[in-house]
């Protein structure tokens, strides 16, 4: 590649054409709307997909939980402990493996779940997609995420 081809690439990659300024910028837009709803509740972001994870599917590992995530079991511990700290949720070791810990939603973590559930239709309402819009960009970035 010659000096001045080079130098016309490089003036053409601009911050605004770049997919992952878009994704940070438009991850960053998100949690801006997520944070003051969320905390109305108490809950960080992190706090409240433990929360919607367990209530799609309850009674599953940590380690299942933090895949689920994309969080590490690092991240996860004091994460649960908070959670539980509040009566939210209970860790159980499982039957013949101490090392092995299930999470179960207790009552209060399922009525919290219950009541936050209003924050992801304001948080839509205020990105101003169709239906069909974010569904198409929720597909795109799961392709991206299994890529």
Not at 8 to 33: K, V
Not at 80 to 92: F, M, P
Not at 128 to 137: G, I, V
Request: charge should be negative; charged fraction near 30%.
């Amino acid at each position: 590649m010659s000096e001045k081809s080079a130098v016309s690439e490089a003036a053409e990659i601009t911050l605004d054409s770049q997919l992952c300024f878009a994704l940070y910028s438009a991850s960053n837009t998100i949690d801006q709307y997520y944070r003051p709803l969320l905390e109305q509740h108490d809950l960080t972001y992190a706090q409240y997909i433990v929360l919607m994870a367990l209530a799609e599917k309850d009674n599953v590992s940590i380690t299942s939980l933090a895949n689920r995530l994309g969080l590490s079991k690092a991240t996860m511990t004091p994460l649960l402990r908070r959670l539980e700290g509040r009566n939210l949720l209970r860790r159980e070791m499982a039957e013949g493996d101490e090392r092995q810990k299930f999470i179960h939603l207790t009552p209060e973590g399922r009525e919290l779940w219950s009541e936050s559930c209003k924050v992801t239709d304001k948080v839509f309402e205020k990105t101003e997609l169709t239906p069909d819009e974010a569904a198409t960009l929720v597909a795109l970035c799961k392709r991206i995420t299994r890529s």
